[in-house]
């Protein structure tokens, strides 16, 4: 995917709708002839941007969805190679400025700018995808519980696997993706004894490319499926998409993550390998934060995407999967014992 040297704001249009005073787009002291309209909401995406059929992709169907609905014109814009936290905080501040409202930063990455930046633009509401510890009156922190996905597509790939041997590729070493690794791993030894579960990750951090680097993915997919991996399972990014055409070459199942991934365009060479995704519901919840401000509520605080709620799921789309008695039973057995909580799903 092509990446960019500068901040690019595509799409920056006159305003369809007229907001309030308290939904304005920037601070009195940072006021603009543009801030008394909303352009809409704006997406400042994570490392491996718009494309990455997975994490930023759910976003964008998200603001496109609000666009549609309310008549906005929003934005998006690419993140910088090597970028520092400066460079995020001169980024959400020029959108806020600019009068996009919702302005969303889309990775645990953006904490510190999303702080900062609310803070000087007290009126615009902000919302940051999987961080839940930036605490302001207007910053919604927008959070899912992707281990009870990552247990489901445990309890999958225990019940698929023939050669009692199974993997999991993280992007990064991070508490968050440990998630993933944790309720997998439980959801495979819950329900098959004895089944080996391989846990790599790509990278110690994203700049390394751990979310953004398909070759890495595929190269890690190799090397577990050459120690005997015949289900692999990845929450890696753009890096899944390696690991997903590792897969498919050697004719074993990959498990896709975020996104409903048999569905993507960019991967139908490989969907036939690609038994269920583990998402989580990004689109809606930018989408229902952007609704929010439009309605004149905005929401503020923890708002956590769960199996209860539908916030985090496994995709269906695969009749492989779908039509299997056995593994939907189990997950349905699952489901309802996360929900009631007869079942605890770790999160490391």
């Given at each position: 995917m092509r990446r960019v040297s500068r901040i690019t704001i595509a799409g920056v249009a006159t305003a369809a709708l007229a907001l309030t005073a308290s939904a304005c787009g920037s601070s009195s002291s940072e006021s603009s002839g543009s801030d008394s309209k909303n352009l809409g909401l704006a997406l400042a995406y994570d490392?491996?941007?718009?494309?990455?059929?997975?994490?930023?992709?759910?976003?964008?169907a998200g603001l496109d969805k609000a666009d549609k609905e309310f008549g906005y014109?929003?934005?998006?814009?690419?993140?910088?190679?090597g970028e520092s936290d400066a460079d995020k905080v001169q980024r959400l501040e020029t959108l806020a400025k600019q009068g996009y409202n919702p302005v969303i930063g889309v990775g645990f990455a953006y904490a510190p700018a999303v702080k900062e930046a609310a803070e000087k633009y007290p009126d615009t509401t902000f919302g940051i995808v999987d961080d839940e510890q930036t605490k302001a009156d207007n910053v919604a922190d927008l959070v899912f519980s992707e281990e009870q996905a990552s247990y489901l597509a445990g309890v999958a790939a225990a019940l698929t696997t023939k050669s009692n041997t199974v993997?999991?590729?993280?992007?990064?070493?991070?508490?968050?993706?440990?998630?993933?690794?944790?309720?997998?791993?439980?959801?495979?030894?819950?329900?098959?004894?004895?089944?080996?579960?391989?846990?790599?990750?790509?990278?110690?951090?994203?700049?390394?490319?751990?979310?953004?680097?398909?070759?890495?993915?595929e190269s890690a997919a190799e090397g577990q499926i050459d120690d005997g991996a015949d289900v692999v399972y990845a929450a890696a990014g753009l890096s899944g998409?390696?690991?997903?055409?590792?897969?498919?070459?050697?004719?074993?199942?990959?498990?896709?993550?975020?996104?409903?991934?048999?569905?993507?365009?960019?991967?139908?060479?490989?969907?036939?390998?690609?038994?269920?995704s583990a998402m989580k519901n990004v689109e809606g919840a930018v989408y229902e934060l952007a609704k929010s401000v439009h309605d004149g509520k905005p929401a503020t605080g923890v708002v956590r995407g769960s199996l209860s709620n539908g916030g985090v799921s496994v995709s269906n789309s695969n009749p492989e999967f779908a039509n299997n008695a056995k593994i939907q039973d189990a997950i349905k057995k699952a489901s309802e014992g996360i929900k009631d909580g007869s079942i605890k799903v770790k999160t490391s």
């Amino acid at each position: 995917m092509r990446r960019v040297s500068r901040i690019t704001i595509a799409g920056v249009a006159t305003a369809a709708l007229a907001l309030t005073a308290s939904a304005c787009g920037s601070s009195s002291s940072e006021s603009s002839g543009s801030d008394s309209k909303n352009l809409g909401l704006a997406l400042a995406y994570d490392v491996g941007g718009k494309g990455d059929q997975s994490f930023n992709d759910a976003a964008t169907a998200g603001l496109d969805k609000a666009d549609k609905e309310f008549g906005y014109k929003s934005t998006a814009v690419e993140p910088q190679d090597g970028e520092s936290d400066a460079d995020k905080v001169q980024r959400l501040e020029t959108l806020a400025k600019q009068g996009y409202n919702p302005v969303i930063g889309v990775g645990f990455a953006y904490a510190p700018a999303v702080k900062e930046a609310a803070e000087k633009y007290p009126d615009t509401t902000f919302g940051i995808v999987d961080d839940e510890q930036t605490k302001a009156d207007n910053v919604a922190d927008l959070v899912f519980s992707e281990e009870q996905a990552s247990y489901l597509a445990g309890v999958a790939a225990a019940l698929t696997t023939k050669s009692n041997t199974v993997g999991f590729i993280g992007g990064v070493d991070v508490p968050l993706i440990h998630k993933f690794a944790a309720g997998y791993k439980q959801g495979v030894e819950d329900t098959k004894k004895g089944v080996t579960v391989k846990v790599q990750y790509l990278t110690e951090t994203a700049a390394e490319g751990g979310f953004s680097s398909p070759d890495k993915g595929e190269s890690a997919a190799e090397g577990q499926i050459d120690d005997g991996a015949d289900v692999v399972y990845a929450a890696a990014g753009l890096s899944g998409q390696g690991v997903i055409k590792a897969a498919n070459a050697n004719k074993i199942w990959a498990i896709g993550v975020d996104s409903d991934q048999y569905k993507q365009n960019a991967l139908k060479a490989y969907k036939a390998s690609i038994l269920t995704s583990a998402m989580k519901n990004v689109e809606g919840a930018v989408y229902e934060l952007a609704k929010s401000v439009h309605d004149g509520k905005p929401a503020t605080g923890v708002v956590r995407g769960s199996l209860s709620n539908g916030g985090v799921s496994v995709s269906n789309s695969n009749p492989e999967f779908a039509n299997n008695a056995k593994i939907q039973d189990a997950i349905k057995k699952a489901s309802e014992g996360i929900k009631d909580g007869s079942i605890k799903v770790k999160t490391s």
